[in-house]
C-alpha cells in the first residue's frame, strides 16, 4: 500500500516501523476530528469550484459514515486512513479532497479540535471537583484545626477554610484550561506545510464551520507554532497538577496518626502485606506522584520544539506525552472530585490540636488594638509564650471574619465563580458540537 507521500521507491522496513513509531495508536482518537476537518475543508472546495456539490454530497455520506477505522502501519496515520477510506469508495472524487492541504495542517487542525474538545471536558471535571470540595467545606466550615507554616504550627484556621484554599484552586484551575482552550481556538487550514497553495481557499469561512473564533493568519506560524500550543497545554495542565498534589500531600498528612484530622474511607485505601492494621493512602500518594510527571512531559515538548522555522519530523514525538498528560488529568480530576466523599472527619483530635500556643498573634494584636506598638507586643507576648511548659487546648477560638479568612471562607462568592465558568464551559461546549454536528 502506497503512502500519501510516496513514488516509487520502497522504505526499508526498520525505517518504515522506526519513522511510524506510535502513531497509529495515537491518532486514533482523533478520527471524528478528521472527519469534521475534511468535511469543512471539502466545503470550502466546493466554494472555489475545486469540487462539485455532487461530488462534496457523495464525499460527505461517506465522512460521516466513518465511526472507527483501523490504522494500519502501511498507513502511518489518520490523514492515509481516512483519504484511503474514501478514495476506496468514491475513486478519483475522494482523492480530490486533499487539493489545497499538507498532512502538516491536518495534523494541526486535529489536534487543535482535539484539544479544544479535551480542555472543555476536564474543565468540568474541575468544576465538579470544586463543588464537591464547597460541599466538604461547608459541612466542616467551623471545625477548627492548626494553621500551619513551614509545617509548623501556627495560627488556627477551620477545616472549612482549608477546603476552600482547594476550591478556590480548582477555580483556578479552570482558568488555566480556558487559556489553553484560547491556545488552540485558532484554525491552521490553508496555511499547507506553512507556505500556502496556489488556490484561493476561504480560510475565514472554513475556521467558522469548524467552530474556531480566528485564522492562524501567517501560514509559516502555523508550523512553527505547533510544539507552542502543546507546551501551553501543558503548561497549564502542570499548573492543576500541581495544586491536586499540594491538596494530596495535605490529606496524607492530615490522615496520619501523628495529625488524625481526617480519614480516608476503606474504599481509598489499600492494606500492608506484612502488618495487619495498615490502611495507606495510595490514591492520594499516586495523585502526589502523577503531578511530579507533568513537568517532565512539559519538557520534553520544549526540548523537541527548539527548532527553526517551518515543519520538522520531530514534533512526530510530541503528541505522546500531550496525550498521556490529558489521560493522566482526566483520572486525577475524577479522583479529586470522589475523595470529599471518602473524609471522615476526627472532631476530637481536631479540638485537642487547637492549643493555646496557636492563639499568641490573637494575643500580640489585643495589646495593639489597646495602642501598645505591634513590635513591643510582640516581644512580650514571645516571652510568656517560651514560658509556657505545655499548651492547653481552648475551647473558644475567635478568627478572622473577613471575606476568604477563616472566619468566612465565602462560600457563595466560590460558588458564583464556579456557576460562572461553568456556563462559559457550556455555552462553548454547546457551540462547537452544533458546529460539528452541521458538518456531518
Given at each position: 500500500m502506497?503512502k500519501l507521500?510516496q513514488t ?7 525505517v518504515?516501523a ?8 495515537l ?8 472527519v ?7 466545503s470550502?472546495l466546493v ?9 462534496y454530497?457523495r464525499?460527505?455520506k461517506v465522512?460521516?459514515?466513518?465511526k472507527s477505522i ?6 502511518e496515520?489518520?490523514?492515509t486512513a481516512?483519504?484511503?477510506a474514501l478514495?476506496a469508495k468514491?475513486?478519483e472524487?475522494?482523492?480530490?479532497v486533499h487539493?489545497g492541504?499538507?498532512r502538516?495542517d ?5 489536534l487543535r479540535l482535539?484539544?479544544k474538545d479535551r480542555?472543555l471536558?476536564?474543565d ?8 464537591a470540595?464547597?460541599a466538604?467545606g ?7 484545626i492548626p ?6 504550627r501556627?495560627?488556627?484556621?477551620t477545616?472549612?477554610?482549608w477546603?476552600a484554599s482547594?476550591?478556590?484552586a ?6 488555566a484550561?480556558?487559556?489553553a482552550f484560547?491556545e488552540?481556538?485558532?484554525c491552521p487550514?490553508?496555511?499547507?506545510a ?5 488556490l484561493p481557499?476561504p480560510?475565514?469561512r472554513?475556521?467558522?464551520l469548524?467552530g ?6 501567517n ?11 502543546e507546551a501551553?497545554v ?15 500531600w495535605?490529606?496524607?498528612?492530615y490522615s496520619?496518626?501523628?495529625?488524625g484530622?481526617l ?10 502485606s506484612i502488618?495487619?492494621?495498615?490502611k ?6 499516586l495523585?502526589?506522584a502523577?503531578a511530579a510527571?507533568?513537568p ?5 515538548v520544549?526540548?523537541?520544539g527548539?527548532l527553526p ?5 520531530d514534533?512526530?514525538?510530541?503528541k505522546?506525552?500531550?496525550f498521556?498528560?490529558l489521560d493522566?488529568m482526566g483520572q ?5 472530585a470522589r475523595?470529599p466523599?471518602?473524609l471522615?472527619?476526627n472532631?476530637?483530635a ?7 500556643d ?5 494575643e500580640a494584636?489585643?495589646l495593639v488594638?489597646?495602642?501598645m506598638?505591634?513590635r513591643?507586643?510582640?516581644?512580650q507576648?514571645a516571652?510568656r509564650?517560651?514560658?509556657v ?8 477560638v475567635?478568627?478572622?471574619?473577613y ?15 464556579n456557576?460562572?465558568?461553568?456556563r462559559?464551559?457550556?455555552?462553548t ?7 460539528w454536528?452541521?458538518?456531518?
Amino acid at each position: 500500500m502506497k503512502k500519501l507521500w510516496q513514488t516509487k521507491t520502497d522504505l526499508d522496513s526498520a525505517v518504515e516501523a522506526y519513522t511510524v513509531g506510535a502513531d497509529p495508536e495515537l491518532d486514533a482518537r482523533l478520527l471524528p476530528y478528521e472527519v469534521y476537518g475534511s468535511l469543512a475543508h471539502a466545503s470550502g472546495l466546493v466554494s472555489i469550484g475545486v469540487l462539485t456539490k455532487a461530488e462534496y454530497a457523495r464525499i460527505r455520506k461517506v465522512l460521516s459514515g466513518l465511526k472507527s477505522i483501523k490504522i494500519t502501519r502501511a498507513q502511518e496515520d489518520i490523514h492515509t486512513a481516512v483519504e484511503q477510506a474514501l478514495t476506496a469508495k468514491l475513486g478519483e472524487t475522494g482523492a480530490k479532497v486533499h487539493a489545497g492541504r499538507s498532512r502538516n495542517d491536518q495534523v494541526q487542525v486535529n489536534l487543535r479540535l482535539y484539544l479544544k474538545d479535551r480542555l472543555l471536558e476536564l474543565d468540568a471535571a474541575a468544576g465538579a471537583a470544586a463543588s464537591a470540595w464547597a460541599a466538604f467545606g461547608a459541612k466542616w466550615d467551623k471545625r477548627p484545626i492548626p494553621g500551619y507554616t513551614h509545617l509548623q504550627r501556627a495560627m488556627p484556621t477551620t477545616i472549612g477554610h482549608w477546603a476552600a484554599s482547594h476550591v478556590e484552586a480548582l477555580l483556578d484551575a479552570r482558568r488555566a484550561l480556558r487559556f489553553a482552550f484560547d491556545e488552540a481556538d485558532a484554525c491552521p487550514l490553508g496555511s499547507a506545510a506553512g507556505y500556502g497553495v496556489m488556490l484561493p481557499l476561504p480560510r475565514e469561512r472554513v475556521a467558522r464551520l469548524l467552530g474556531f473564533s480566528r485564522v492562524q493568519r501567517n501560514t509559516l506560524r502555523v508550523q512553527s507554532s505547533r510544539p507552542r500550543l502543546e507546551a501551553a497545554v501543558l503548561s497549564s495542565l502542570c499548573l492543576v497538577a500541581r495544586d491536586l498534589g499540594t491538596l494530596a500531600w495535605d490529606l496524607s498528612l492530615y490522615s496520619t496518626a501523628e495529625f488524625g484530622f481526617l480519614k480516608l474511607s476503606d474504599s481509598f485505601t489499600t492494606g500492608s502485606s506484612i502488618m495487619p492494621q495498615k490502611k495507606n493512602p495510595d490514591v492520594v500518594e499516586l495523585t502526589r506522584a502523577r503531578a511530579a510527571l507533568f513537568p517532565g512531559w512539559l519538557n520534553q515538548v520544549l526540548m523537541i520544539g527548539q527548532l527553526p522555522s517551518g515543519y520538522h519530523r520531530d514534533y512526530q514525538l510530541t503528541k505522546g506525552p500531550l496525550f498521556t498528560a490529558l489521560d493522566t488529568m482526566g483520572q486525577m480530576l475524577e479522583i479529586a472530585a470522589r475523595l470529599p466523599e471518602s473524609l471522615k472527619v476526627n472532631e476530637s483530635a481536631c479540638a485537642a490540636a487547637v492549643t493555646s500556643d496557636l492563639l499568641a498573634t490573637h494575643e500580640a494584636i489585643a495589646l495593639v488594638r489597646d495602642g501598645m506598638p505591634f513590635r513591643t507586643a510582640y516581644r512580650q507576648v514571645a516571652d510568656r509564650a517560651r514560658a509556657v511548659a505545655v499548651p492547653l487546648p481552648v475551647d473558644e477560638v475567635e478568627l478572622p471574619s473577613y471575606a476568604g479568612a477563616p472566619g468566612r471562607p465565602d462560600w457563595k462568592a466560590l460558588s458564583s465563580l464556579n456557576a460562572k465558568a461553568t456556563r462559559w464551559s457550556t455555552t462553548t461546549k454547546g457551540r462547537l458540537d452544533k458546529a460539528w454536528s452541521a458538518l456531518l
